[in-house]
């Protein structure tokens, strides 16, 4: 008699492959992952967008400039003694590096920077949690990691 090799189940369905397992086991914990921090992120990530346009300026800029760097630049007008490091650019050409001595045009920039790490970070932690559940639930030979 062959070994029927749909030996798992997760909540109703049934019968699952360990691979069908993972796929609920990682939905399920994606599921449970949302909170505060993630929406910070995600608005963070959307306001640092540059999608407003600003005419004048120079060759070679970013084109237009994000919600959060406007507001940044109003609410911190103060100019440092030393050259701040912004990410201005991140595409298929690499990453630009930019420096400024406006403290509110750097913290414009790290904005969406910000939101990324910190949605990476969540990515991180669901797929942790995803490998450690599953692992709990199946056979040794169809553990990961």
């Known amino acids: 008699m062959a070994v029927n090799p749909f030996t798992y189940t997760f909540g109703i369905p049934k019968n699952l492959r360990p691979v069908d397992l993972f796929v609920y086991v990682a939905l399920d914990e994606t599921a449970r992952q949302p909170g505060l921090t993630d929406l910070t992120a995600a608005a963070a990530v959307l306001l640092g967008q540059a999608d407003l346009p600003v005419p004048g300026k120079f060759t070679g800029a970013t084109a237009g400039t994000s919600v959060a760097s406007l507001t940044a630049r109003q609410l911190l007008p103060f100019k440092v003694a030393f050259r701040l490091p912004m990410i201005t650019l991140v595409g298929l050409k690499g990453v630009r590096i930019a420096f400024t001595r406006n403290l509110g045009a750097f913290v414009g920039r790290a904005v969406p920077v910000i939101g990324e790490i910190l ?18 639930r199946v056979r040794p030979e169809d553990r990961l990691l």
């Open 119 to 136: 949605l990476t970070l969540d990515a991180i932690q669901i797929a942790r949690h995803s490998v450690m559940t599953y692992n709990r």
